[in-house]
């Protein structure tokens, strides 16, 4: 990390892979999608396949089980709620289950829904369509999508932590991954930056 900006050691989508929205106004979308994914990767490619059947406690999933419901979740959010092609749930799994088939599978996913996303006319991301039990707008369904992607990240964050691991860098320095002009935003000084 350098020059003052964050630079990820690892990309799984570059930004040539996004394609472009037909919506213009809604670029950010697929884009946010995509660096969502690569922030999932960078956090999962920290375990060891050693680790796949940690929990912190017994009630806790292990880190196994939540990189299998990324990936199913995903599915069904995408495939169930938004219409994207997606493939039969019994060929979601990587086979066996390891740290970088997952980190291979989340990304190969992301990425084989981009053209169908990119697609899409603003009435599509604006109808309300069924969602479990309610009735909500598509890119309302996205975005809670993505807000569950980081819900489930930030809980293997903190089993990483827990198994002395490296927390890497997503939207800000951690403390193991930190460079030049990094700010963590800790004190009333630099919350009153303008």
């Not at 990324?70 to 979601?92: A, C, K, Y």
């Not at 309610?134 to 999508?145: D, N, P, S, Y």
């Not at 997503?170 to 919350?191: C, L, Q």
């Amino acid at each position: 990390m350098n020059g003052g900006r964050m630079r990820y050691e690892f990309i799984a989508i570059e930004q040539n892979e996004i394609p472009l929205m037909k919506v213009h106004s809604l670029q950010y979308a697929l884009d946010t999608y995509a660096s969502e994914t690569n922030k999932v990767v960078s956090t999962w490619r920290e375990f060891a396949n050693s680790d796949l059947g940690f929990r912190p406690h017994p009630k806790s999933s292990t880190v196994e089980d939540i990189l299998k419901h990324q990936l199913l979740s995903e599915r069904r959010f995408f495939g169930e709620f938004l219409g994207t092609p997606e493939p039969p749930p019994d060929h979601i799994l990587p086979t066996p289950v390891t740290i970088e088939e997952c980190c291979h599978r989340v990304a190969a996913l992301a990425k084989a829904r981009f053209l169908f996303l990119a697609e899409q006319d603003e009435g599509w991301w604006s109808a309300v369509v069924p969602f479990f039990d309610v009735q909500r707008e598509r890119i309302w369904i996205f975005w809670r999508r993505i807000l569950h992607t980081t819900h489930h990240r930030t809980q293997l964050t903190v089993y990483l932590r827990m198994l002395d691991k490296v927390v890497p860098a997503t939207y800000g320095p951690t403390s193991d991954v930190t460079w030049t002009g990094a700010d963590p935003t800790t004190t009333v000084k630099s919350a009153g930056r303008k």
